[in-house]
């Protein structure tokens, strides 16, 4: 119950602080519109702080990422049924938190009318559509965040030492999370979670958001299995060279 509280209060908690920075600079009359990149990728950092640190105080492991539970089963088969609990927790929680963004904005959809920006609030989408490397782009940026994130948290090599940096887990990985949204964000957006794209993706296409347009479906499924399939060949690489956990 725990991991499941947990795990869905800090998803939630990301999508709200992460979706709600992307609103902020690209609905109309918001007091912080246009302010770009660098303040999205910020916000999205500090997204993800919050979100392990609600999740961890609850006794949940702070995945907030069903591509990072897929990992932590790849590496301990016997946390399977547990994994899938958590991985459900962090897709309602990431569509609970969209549905807090659509509500914290509500005067500020009808005040915008480019559809694409409203989902861009929701979802992430390609600044250039190509199947292959959109595909590409999220296995590489998920691997990077699941296996750095692996990197953080081990023990020394003989399995007994704790990390120096461990106790710090929580502020590195939002660092991390900015700096793979600032290096490698570019080409999809960086969804890098299948929660954090899916969840709110649903909520787009159920919200009466007025003028939204489509939800992009045909794209929906590059965010998902792109980053499932980078953090399983994050968790392969790390039981192969033996990273400690």
């Known amino acids: 119950m ?29 007091k912080s519109q246009n302010a770009g990149w660098i303040v999205i990728t910020t916000g999205w950092g500090f997204a993800v702080f919050a979100g392990v640190f609600v999740a961890a105080a609850l006794g949940a492991p702070g995945e907030i ?41 509500l005067p500020h959809w009808k005040e915008t009318d480019d559809p ?16 292959t490397s959109n595909m590409i782009s999220e296995i590489i940026g998920t691997f990077v965040l699941v296996f750095v994130v692996f990197s ?58 007025p003028g939204k347009g489509s939800s992009d479906w045909e794209y929906s499924w590059i965010p998902v299995v792109g980053p499932f399939i980078g953090g399983a060949i994050a968790a392969i690489v790390a039981l192969a060279i033996a990273i400690p956990f």
């Open 152 to 209: 953080i948290f081990a023990p020394g090599l003989d399995g007994n030492v704790p990390s120096p940096v461990s106790a710090l887990g929580p502020f590195l990985v939002a660092v991390l999370v900015w700096g793979i949204g600032l290096s490698l964000g570019g080409p999809t957006g960086y969804a890098i979670n299948p929660a954090r794209d899916l969840g709110p993706r649903i909520a787009h296409a159920i919200l009466p958001i």
């Open 2 to 30: 725990e991991d499941f509280l947990g795990e869905f209060l800090g998803t939630m908690i990301l999508i709200l602080l992460g979706d709600g920075v992307v609103a902020g600079v690209l609905l109309n009359k918001s």
């Open 65 to 105: 990422n069903p591509a990072v539970a897929l990992a932590n089963i790849i590496r301990n088969p016997a946390d399977l049924g547990g994994g899938i609990i958590r991985m459900i927790a962090q897709f309602l929680g990431a569509f609970v938190g969209a549905v807090l963004v659509y509500l914290h904005y």
């Open 116 to 131: 694409g920006a409203k989902l861009g609030i929701f979802s992430t989408g390609p600044a250039i559509r190509d199947t």
